[in-house]
């Protein structure tokens, strides 16, 4: 592969993650700004934001969290399943990896009917 199709690949994955991204502070209401630093992998910056502020829900309004996880279409039995068997440290990042995958799911749906098959 070339450096052109590199460069190409890293753009369809910042353009994927940032449009989950999009998603994800609609859906969650979260105001602060994310910046994908480029040639860092852009999922994995997103996780890194996105876990902190998962935390912070679980340990401050979980009724939030628990109607964000229903508007982001993250099942009420999929979230009983990482809150009963996750590692208690690791419970805000196992739910910042679904809500992720189900956003970036999203987005790849709406750029595949939009005309952009590129991902």
Do not use: C, W
């Amino acid at each position: 592969m070339n450096t052109s199709d590199n460069h190409d690949e890293q753009s369809s994955a910042v353009k994927l993650a940032s449009g989950s991204y999009d998603l994800i502070q609609k859906d969650l209401g979260i105001a602060d700004e994310l910046d994908f630093d480029p040639g860092e992998d852009p999922f994995g910056q997103l996780h890194a934001f996105l876990t902190p502020r998962i935390q912070h829900l679980l340990d401050h309004d979980f009724g939030y969290l628990i109607n964000a996880m229903y508007r982001i279409d993250i099942s009420e039995e999929v979230l009983k399943e990482i809150l009963e068997h996750s590692k208690p440290g690791q419970i805000a990042s196992d739910i910042a990896e679904r809500v992720i995958a189900r956003e970036k799911m999203k987005m790849k749906t709406r750029m595949m009917y939009s005309g952009n098959k590129k991902m």
